[in-house]
T-cell receptor, first 112, second 113 residues
């Protein structure tokens, strides 16, 4: 059984650009949540997808958007990147709403 | 709105000493509570969770935590620190088990030889 995987591991973007981060959920999991972890801080909830529908959103602007695919993998898209978007982006999957979340290793995004 | 505070952004203990990491939460109803550990350049690993069963919860790697409703606390302890315990520790709360976690700011644990 493979765990949660994320790609890429690291990437560097320029302010104003767009970025797509990817997450493959653990086998059998249909729920994916995304978190932003700024340096020295705890993770902040961005949004959650359950069976391809957004199912809750944190205090993030609309330029943060996402998708979940039929195989339950997910993408996080960020438009018009800002310097403050530099962070570790974590994906977590679970086997349903209300179940334990398993985290991936994260994608480190640097915006210059 | 829920919030989580972790007293002490950095805690240092000697190898073999007691580890105590503090977590307090604010919630209108008893929440679900979690402790996660994060090693450098890695994701989060669940140490233990409280889901309204026993108030004393045992987790992996010898860690345990006690839920005290009257104090709105969920402090993490380990009787004897090991060098491999050096990491960042996060307390998290959720009103619905596993959904929409609110994390604390984290406590970095250093273990001195």
């Amino acid at each position: 059984e493979t765990g949660v995987t994320q790609s890429p591991t690291h990437l560097i973007k320029t302010r104003g650009q767009q970025v797509t981060l990817r997450c493959s959920s653990q086998s059998g999991h249909n729920t994916v949540s995304w978190y932003q972890q700024a340096l020295g801080q705890g993770p902040q909830f961005i949004f959650q997808y359950y069976r391809e529908e957004e199912n809750g959103r944190g205090n993030f602007p609309p330029r943060f958007s996402g998708l979940q695919f039929p195989n339950y993998s997910s993408e996080l898209n960020v438009n018009a990147l800002e310097l403050d978007d530099s962070a570790l982006y974590l994906c977590a999957s679970s086997s349903g709403q209300g179940n334990e979340q398993y985290f991936g290793p994260g994608t480190r995004l640097t915006v210059t | 709105a829920q919030s989580v505070t972790q007293l002490g952004s950095h805690v240092s203990v000697s190898e073999g000493a007691l580890v105590l990491l503090r977590c307090n939460y604010s919630s209108s109803v008893p929440p679900y509570l979690f402790w996660y550990v994060q090693y450098p350049n890695q994701g989060l690993q669940l140490l233990l969770k409280y889901t309204s069963a026993a108030t004393l919860v045992k987790g992996i790697n010898g860690f345990e935590a006690e839920f005290k409703k009257s104090e709105t606390s969920f402090h993490l302890t380990k009787p004897s620190a090991h060098m491999s315990d050096a990491a960042e520790y996060f307390c998290a709360v959720s009103q619905l088990y596993g959904q929409n976690f609110v994390f604390g700011p984290g406590t970095r644990l250093s273990v001195l030889p």
